[in-house]
Structures are given as C-alpha cells and as structure tokens.
C-alpha cells in the first residue's frame, strides 16, 4: 500500500470507535470496515481513487447541494368552449336568463363556475341521457296538475348541436326548467294567501342550489324531479283520475281550453240578478 493511502487508512481509523489503528496497516482492509459514516467512506474513497488535484474532504461532502425534489406544476387544462359559452350566457344576461330568479341564477351561476362539476343536461354532442330523462319528466307536468307549457324547454329538432351557444342556451334552459318545476311541485305556483286569508301554510320551497347540486349527482334526474310531488297515496289516486278523464293522455299544450257557458239569461255588469247569484 502506498504511504499516502496507508496515512489516510490511520487518521480515518483513528477517528472511527472501535477500529483498531493497526487495521491501517492491513493491505486487505476492506472500506466496509470503516463503518456507516457517509463522510468517512467517501472520503477515502475520494483519497484512494481520484488523482491527486482533488480538493474533496469530508466536510464539502456534507455541504453538497441536495437533490431538487420540488414537482413541476401540471400545466392547466384547457378551457371547455361548451363551459364557457353557458357562462357567457349567464354573464351576459343572455335570452335563455331573462326569466331566472335572482335565486336561481346565482345558483347557476355558482355551479358552472366550478370547473371541476360537469355540464348537467348538455355535451359536445348534443342533449345527454340525463337531460333527455328531466325533459320527459317535466313534459309529464299535466299529470300533476301543473302546466308543462309553463317550461321553456329548447327544442331538440332546432338544436344545433355543432354550435357551442345553442348548446349553452338549452343547458341554461333545461336548468331553468328544474328549478322551476321543483319549486313548483311544493307547492310554490301559488301563494295560498291569494286564495284566502284562512290559507296560511309554511311552504318549504327547495332552495335553488340544494337542487343544482343535488341533481348532478343523481343517476335518474326523472325519479329525482318525481320526488317533490306529493308522496300520499291519496294524491296517486287524483293523479290517476286526471290522467283517465283525460283520455290517458297528458299533453295539453297544444288543446284549447274547452270554455262552456251554461244556458241562462245574459248578465250585465250592475244587473240586480248578479247579485242573487252570489
């Protein structure tokens, strides 16, 4: 062994516990004798192996830099166009929100803000499963003796399906029309007080974004509309007599309604007979 490596092999084992100095004299030393201290180990290894220019000791080691552990941010998803276009229309005030409440829009507004939730009724190619399922639901509205012409719904064989704005027009709309029906089925298309002062019930009325959210999440949006009608047997029964006396069907949208005035004398505003009739 060469003096330089057999002085280095001294001092080294000099400092380490429990090496014997004499193990310095042994050519057969292995490294793995000098312990677990990353300092001596490579210090030696450095003194052994590298020419004699190195200026390495043990404390530069220590002092090296460590290894850059810091992730790179992933890049940002690109805008959805669709997402931004329904957007739009809600910061616009376009024509599909000229009806909403101030509820509800702050609602809509609030939901598609997020651009983690997804769009509820509507995709890049055209009305999705759960918007074709609310649709049907609330095109059944007559049978509950609601109104479906109450319901701006778009109109699918007008729809643009290629068009980012037509698109977010009927999402705005469908949305609008849930709003409505579910506060509707409650019981919140009439105030009870304008029909007398004896009618006086708490109406709780679903709030607008408990609804938004809660229908995103639900796998038939049909059965979840359904739910905010009455759930008594009694009102089943009504439902089904509607439905029979109207000949099974329950699209009036299109019907006249049937005005019939009885047979009698023709009465005049301030005619004395009026008055025996009330």
Known sequence: MKATYATALTLLC???????ATAAQDETTSTAMLGA???????????????GESTVTPDSVMDAPAVDTVQRAEPAKPADPLRKAVQAQLSEGGPATDNLRADEKTALVDYYADPDLPLLWVDGRGLTARG???????ERADEY???????????????DKTSPDALAVAEIQISHA???????????RVDPRRISRNLDPTLALPKPSE???????RSDAGAYLR?????HPQFEALRRKLVDLRGGKTDTATKEPAIQIPSGPLLRFGDPTRKSLC
């Open 14 to 20: 000099a400092t380490l516990p429990g090496l014997p």
């Open 37 to 51: 201290d990353p300092r001596s180990t490579e210090f030696l290894r450095m003194q052994m192996f590298d020419s």
């Open 132 to 138: 074709k399922s609310a649709i049907a639901e609330i």
């Open 145 to 159: 003796g609601l109104d479906a012409v109450d319901y701006k719904l778009p109109r699918l064989s007008e729809l």
């Open 178 to 188: 849930v709003l409505a029906y579910a506060r509707d089925a409650r019981g919140g």
């Open 211 to 217: 609804v938004i959210q809660s229908i995103a999440y």
């Open 227 to 231: 739910s905010f009608q009455p759930q």
